[in-house]
């Protein structure tokens, strides 16, 4: 079965400072794996997913991710944190046709 | 664009009473789906679709009915509210392109059952 475990409900970081999420997944296949972002009060929103294609995915607002096999992670990383990218973000892995399975979310705050 | 969209956004009931969540979406998308989210769960599957008349079961379908009589809409039903569903609902579709993950949002619809 699949699961995805995201470690760190609560991350903190400075404006300007290096974004790192950890997200470890666990799939009997090869798997395709994701990351949403969710902005208060709204729904979640694709970031980028890894689709068996270049291990190192580039997705939308200067984030990306690197898929790791040996360690099997997904971890999203961004080199320098803004003030908008305070938010809860979800890893997620798809658990069957269209269904994604979810981590719990990291929530991202960001300060001057 | 409209994209994924929910009504009502807010709802509060009563234990034991009905409701219906709507869910519409203008894409043309064939999966649909409702999810639940809790504080520290993340989003859990409740039911999905992947085309007009079929439906079936996620993670946690119990107290929960749907249908599919369109492509367009796929509305949640509560058949006798519980205070254990007080919840965020999120409904969100898939374009027909296979199984891309990708999916599309609505905003939400936060329910609380009293």
């Known amino acids: 079965a699949q699961s995805v475990t995201q470690l760190g409900s609560h991350v903190s970081v400075s404006e300007g400072a290096l974004v790192l999420l950890r997200c470890n997944y666990s799939?009997?296949?090869?798997?395709?794996l994701f990351w949403y972002v969710q902005y208060p009060n709204q729904g979640l929103q694709l970031l980028l997913k890894?689709?068996?294609?270049?291990?190192l995915v580039k997705g939308i607002n200067g984030f990306e991710a690197e898929f790791k096999k040996s360690e099997t992670s997904f971890h999203l990383t961004k080199p320098s944190a803004h003030m908008s990218d305070a938010a809860e973000y979800f890893c997620?892995?798809?658990?069957?046709?269209?269904?994604?399975?979810f981590g719990a979310g990291t929530r991202l705050a960001v300060h001057p | 664009n409209a994209g994924v969209t929910q009504t009502p956004k807010f709802q509060v009931l009563k234990t034991g009473q009905s409701m219906t969540l709507q869910c519409a979406q203008d894409?043309?998308?064939?999966?649909m789906s409702w999810y639940r989210q809790d504080p520290g769960m993340g989003l859990r599957l409740i039911h999905y679709?992947?085309?007009?008349?079929?439906?079936d079961q996620g993670e946690v379908p119990n107290g929960y009915n749907v249908s599919r009589s369109t492509t367009e809409d796929f509305p949640l039903r509560l058949l006798s509210a519980a205070p254990s569903q007080t919840s965020v609902y999120f409904c969100?579709?898939?374009?027909?392109?296979?199984?891309?993950?990708?999916?599309?949002f609505g905003e939400g619809s936060r329910l609380t059952v009293l």
């Open positions: 969100a579709s898939s374009p027909p392109t296979g199984n891309t993950g990708e999916l599309f």
């Open positions: 799939s009997s296949v090869p798997p395709y």
């Open positions: 890894y689709t068996s294609a270049a291990t």
């Open positions: 997620a892995v798809t658990g069957g046709y269209n269904k994604l399975i």
């Open positions: 894409m043309n998308h064939e999966y």
């Open positions: 679709s992947v085309g007009a008349g079929i439906t």
